[in-house]
C-alpha cells in the first residue's frame, strides 16, 4: 500500500526545494494550512506531519495563534548529476524513461489507492483543457506535470531525484516537444489508456502501456530510441 508517509516524504521535499529557491526567507510565515494544503493538493493533516519533520530538521517553527514561521533555509545544493542532464538529448532522456518508467508505472498500479487515481485524472484533464485551448506551451507543462505526480507516488527516494532530473531534460527540449495539437492529441490518448490500466491495478499493462507510450514519443519527435532486443 502506498502510505502517508509516502505523502508527506513528497510534501517535504517540495517545501525544502521551495525554502532553498527563496519562496519564503527566515522569519517569514508560511501560508495558512489551508491554504497551503490546497496549493500542495494534499490534506492538512498531511501538511501538519510534514512541517513536524521540517521543525524536526530546524527549518521552520509552529508557533501557536500565529502560524508557522521560517527559521533557516537548507543549502541548494546542484544534483551530482547536473552537469549531466545539461548535456543530455531528448534521445538521451528517452532512453532513461524506457529503462525506468514502466518499472515505476507496474509499482504505482499495484497500490494506488482510488484518492489517487482521481488526482492522476484530474491532472488528465488538465491536458484535455489545453489541448482544447491549442495551448501547445500549457500542454506540455501539463504532461510533465502528470509524470511528476504519478512518480511522487512511488515509495523510493531515488526514483523521486531520477525522476527530477527527468523533468528538467524534458524542459529544456520543450522546444522540440511543444511541436503540435496533434502530438498532444496522441500523448493524451496514450496517457489515458495508461491511466486505465493503473486504475484496474494491471501492473503488466501499465508498464507496457508507458513502453508504447515512449517509443511513439521517439516516432513522433523522429529521436532513434535505441532499446535492447526484446528476443
Known amino acids: 500500500m502506498i502510505t502517508s508517509s509516502t505523502v508527506v516524504d513528497s510534501v517535504v521535499a517540495k517545501l525544502r526545494q521551495a525554502l532553498a529557491q527563496g519562496q519564503w526567507r527566515s522569519g517569514d510565515m508560511l501560508p495558512g494550512q ?13 501538511l501538519r506531519e510534514a512541517v513536524t519533520v521540517l521543525e524536526t530538521q530546524g527549518l521552520v517553527r509552529s508557533m501557536p495563534g500565529k502560524g508557522v514561521m521560517v527559521l533557516n533555509e537548507p543549502a541548494v545544493v546542484a544534483p551530482p548529476a ?5 548535456d543530455a538529448t531528448l534521445a538521451d532522456v528517452l532512453q532513461l524513461r524506457y529503462t525506468l518508467e514502466p518499472f515505476i508505472v507496474g509499482l504505482v498500479a499495484q497500490s494506488i489507492s482510488q484518492r489517487e487515481v482521481g488526482q492522476l485524472r484530474l491532472m488528465l484533464m488538465d491536458m484535455r483543457e489545453a489541448l482544447e485551448a491549442e495551448d501547445n506551451q500549457a500542454g506540455m507543462q501539463a504532461y510533465i506535470d502528470f509524470h511528476e505526480q504519478l512518480f511522487a ?15 528538467v531534460a524534458l524542459q529544456q527540449c520543450t522546444a522540440n516537444l511543444r511541436n503540435s495539437p496533434e502530438h498532444l492529441a496522441a500523448r493524451l490518448d496514450e496517457t489515458e489508456a495508461l491511466v486505465r490500466a493503473i486504475r ?32
Open 34 to 46: 489551508r491554504e497551503l494544503a490546497e496549493q500542495l493538493g494534499i490534506s492538512r493533516p498531511s
Open 82 to 86: 547536473a552537469s549531466a542532464v545539461a
Open 153 to 167: 507516488l512511488t515509495s523510493n527516494p531515488i526514483f523521486h531525484s531520477m525522476v527530477q532530473q527527468t523533468r
Open 200 to 231: 484496474n491495478k494491471d501492473s503488466a499493462q501499465a508498464s507496457e502501456c508507458m513502453r508504447q507510450h515512449i517509443v511513439q514519443e521517439g516516432l513522433r519527435l523522429d529521436v532513434q530510441l535505441t532499446i535492447p532486443d526484446s528476443e
